[in-house]
């Protein structure tokens, strides 16, 4: 089941700004739909919804998180093999292969969507 937006939405769009897969639309002030079949589960926005007007795919209120304790890829480096599929995913480009294993290189424009995690074929990344 994918995240709901619920009538506490004020269309402010900043649900929609950081969706990963571009799965939430509606106009500004007024309440936004997120698409379930694009819905990826991943919480990134719950994480900016300051009136708390999201579901999560199990139906409960999610609450804000402040962007300081939004969770963030870890990579263990003697797992990783520096294939880039992370960096590929990364809808923002905070990964990039450095010396064969990839790093996240920008840190404050990730918001812990977890594509990279997703992705990684060796399961090198665990968001922390």
Known sequence: MAYKITDRC?????????????????EMKEKHEIDPNRCIDCGACSHVCEYEGILD?????????????WKKPAIDPKTCTGCALC??????????????????????ACHGCGLCARRCPIEAIKLK
């Open 10 to 26: 004020k269309g402010c769009d900043d649900c929609a700004q950081i969706c990963p897969v571009r799965a939430i639309s509606g």
């Open 87 to 108: 960096a590929e995913e990364c809808p923002v480009d905070c990964l990039k292969v450095l010396k064969q294993i990839s790093v996240l290189v920008n840190p404050d």
């Open 57 to 69: 795919s199990k139906g409960k209120p999610c609450k804000f998180v402040p962007k300081e304790q």
